[in-house]
């Protein structure tokens, strides 16, 4: 009886463990492989009941940034790596948060291949961020639409 009772509390340990493990796995995050590079990286998050849409860059110089975005609207999640230019000497482009408010942005355009076709970021601060995706003629719920406006929450 001894041995049952040690078994049964064994196995619901393991199950427990192993819901606990999964419930944080589904939980949509973004990680960098490289720990020691998380500082020289800015993370920007947008985040609610459905989507949840992040950004981590990296300045390489005044002008060229590398990335990662990943995207999860539930259904499908979309991530895609590369690089990104903006252009010296030019006017700033112009968004707005959800109050209406206007804010500068630089706008770096993407060099690879893939659905991201350029990414603003605030002038300034640089506590926000926005991806613009590729449109395409054929759409369904995969694929990526312009995102929210992301908030700095990193570096």
């Known amino acids: 009886?001894?041995?049952?009772?040690?078994?049964?509390l064994a196995?619901?340990?393991?199950?427990?463990c192993l819901e606990e493990k999964q419930t944080k796995s589904e939980e949509p995050h973004l990680e960098l492989k490289d720990e020691g590079a998380k500082s020289n990286w800015t993370t920007y998050v947008f985040q609610n009941a459905v989507e949840y849409d992040s950004l981590i860059v990296q300045?390489?110089?005044d002008s060229s940034i590398q990335?990662?975005?990943?995207?999860?609207n539930g259904l499908c999640t979309?991530?895609?790596?590369?690089f990104a230019t903006c252009k010296l000497n030019v006017d700033s482009e112009i968004d707005e948060t959800e109050e209406g408010e206007a804010y500068p942005s630089t706008e770096y355009y993407v060099s690879s291949e893939g659905e991201v076709f350029a990414i603003r970021i605030e002038l300034g601060e640089q506590s926000r961020a926005k991806v613009r995706y590729i449109h395409k003629e054929n759409v369904d719920e995969c694929v990526p639409e312009n995102s929210s406006i992301l908030k700095r929450i990193s570096n």
């Open 11 to 16: 196995s619901a340990l393991l199950v427990s």
């Open 59 to 61: 300045w390489l110089n």
């Open 78 to 82: 979309f991530e895609q790596s590369g």
């Open 67 to 72: 990335f990662n975005v990943k995207r999860d």
């Open 1 to 8: 009886m001894k041995n049952q009772c040690l078994a049964f």
